[in-house]
Structures are given as structure tokens and as C-alpha cells.
């Protein structure tokens, strides 16, 4: 391969505040840039060792479109982020959890577990990680509960 991942996303939002606090309390992430001009705002966030954010809030009552459901979001549906380690996805998604951003469910596609989320704008992303219990060869359509996340 000639590419080794993603290297920016850029979002649109209308409280820059708003998603630089989700995005470091969630994620640990940084605000590596933030600059103020005339008609934007934008910033970059630093999401993984080469992977940021690109935010743009744009002055002059420029509305954000409401977010709409899956398939019908156009060419980008949503974006996945990896997690570290099991752990860290752990320790997300009890952040999530707690501010009402995703809810308890996370999939189970065979090698990767997931979880949907989310962010303040409305933007649903998904965090991803490689599943410890996958059975090698075997992957599970969407909607499969992961065993280790069932409430028994």
C-alpha cells in the first residue's frame, strides 16, 4: 500500500469551544492550531500521532446542516478513529457514555469491535478496535453484539 491511514477530516461547527472541550475530555486529543480571521475560525485537533481535525467555523450566521441518517449523508458517511488499545477504547466509551453521546451497544465485525457516536455537532463517528476475541476468517455483519459488552 502507498498510503498507512488518514491524515485529516475537516469539520464544519458553529461552537469551536464546544467540540475542542468533546474532543480533548473525550479523546485526550490537542488543539494544535486555532486561528481567528475575519469571516472563520479554524483550528486544527490532533486526533492521532498523524491524524487531526480540520475545524472551520465560519461567521455570519452560516448554519451547520442538520446532521441526517446513514446512507443518506452523501459521499462521506462518517469517519472511524482507532483506539490505542483495548483499554483506551474502554476508557472512551464510559466518556461517552457519560455525556450521552453513544449508548451502551458496541459491534462486534469479527476482527474489530465498535462503537457509534455522536459529537456535540451531531457529527456520528465511529472508534474502532481490533477485537481480542475475533475468530480469525470470520466477520459479522453490522448489529452484532459484541459478547464481551452484553449486559447478562
Do not use: K, W
Not at 467540540?19 to 488543539?31: D, K, N, P, Q
Amino acid at each position: 500500500m502507498l498510503l498507512d491511514g488518514l491524515n485529516h477530516a475537516a469539520l464544519l461547527t458553529q461552537d469551536t469551544d464546544r467540540l475542542h472541550a468533546f474532543y480533548t475530555e473525550v479523546f485526550e486529543a490537542t488543539v494544535a492550531h486555532d486561528q481567528r480571521q475575519e469571516q472563520l475560525r479554524f483550528s486544527i485537533v490532533d486526533v492521532g500521532p498523524h491524524t487531526e481535525l480540520n475545524v472551520f467555523e465560519l461567521h455570519g450566521g452560516h448554519l451547520v446542516p442538520p446532521q441526517v441518517p446513514m446512507f443518506g449523508r452523501g459521499r462521506l458517511d462518517h469517519i472511524g478513529f482507532q483506539a490505542a488499545s483495548l483499554e483506551a477504547f474502554e476508557e472512551i466509551r464510559q466518556r461517552l457514555l457519560a455525556r450521552g453521546a453513544c449508548d451502551e451497544f458496541v459491534t462486534d465485525f469479527g476482527p474489530v469491535l465498535s462503537l457509534f457516536f455522536r459529537d456535540p455537532d451531531g457529527l456520528e463517528a465511529e472508534v474502532c478496535v481490533p477485537n481480542p476475541d475475533a475468530t480469525p476468517g470470520v466477520f459479522n455483519p453490522p448489529g452484532t453484539p459484541a459478547a464481551r459488552y452484553m449486559q447478562g
